[in-house]
């Protein structure tokens, strides 16, 4: 071999190992922000944030939102009724981007009584839910910090004492 097929075949080399690294990399960042949610809709932002935090659709699977849209009279102990134009969109939009995968096996209403959710936070002790400045499981942005901006990564986690 030549010496400039030689080196065509040594670029030829360090191009596909640096493609194979950039995917690689993209790979693991897709994965790592398996916990970051983007999906927006002014009107759920404004309705389901104005009393809690607006859980992002992909939390539940559509069924799940379905019933909590259905519910809405009777919502976890609040009358939370909307004009049906505002229950249509929003309930569509819950549905369009609602969870896949394994959050679409959830069997309950309630995020936090999924088996995901209890997988995710079975290191967190059973007095840290009771603490004043938690609450309860519900209350997401007592540790995440960045949950209003639909980031749940282990990275912006703090545990309130």
């Not at 849209?69 to 369009?96: N, Q, V, W, Y």
Request: net charge positive; aromatic share 6%.
């Amino acid at each position: 071999m030549n010496h400039s097929r030689r080196r065509l075949a040594l670029d030829l080399i360090v191009w596909t190992v640096s493609l194979l690294a950039g995917l690689a990399l993209l790979a693991h960042e897709a994965l790592a922000d398996g916990h970051r949610y983007s999906a927006d809709n002014a009107r759920w932002k404004a309705e389901c944030g104005s009393c809690h935090l607006a859980y992002p659709p992909q939390l539940l699977p559509a069924p799940a939102w379905r019933g909590i849209m259905a519910g809405l009279d009777k919502h976890f102990g609040t009358d939370a009724s909307l004009d049906p134009a505002a229950a249509a969109e929003i309930g569509a939009f819950l549905e369009r981007n609602a969870g896949r995968g394994r959050r679409a096996n959830a069997q309950t209403l309630r995020i936090s009584e999924s088996a995901w959710f209890r997988h995710e936070h079975d290191e967190v002790p059973a007095a840290a839910w009771k603490r004043p400045s938690v609450t309860s499981a519900a209350n997401c942005s007592a540790c995440h910090r960045a949950a209003e901006r639909g980031d749940f990564s282990e990275r912006n986690i703090r545990i309130p004492r």
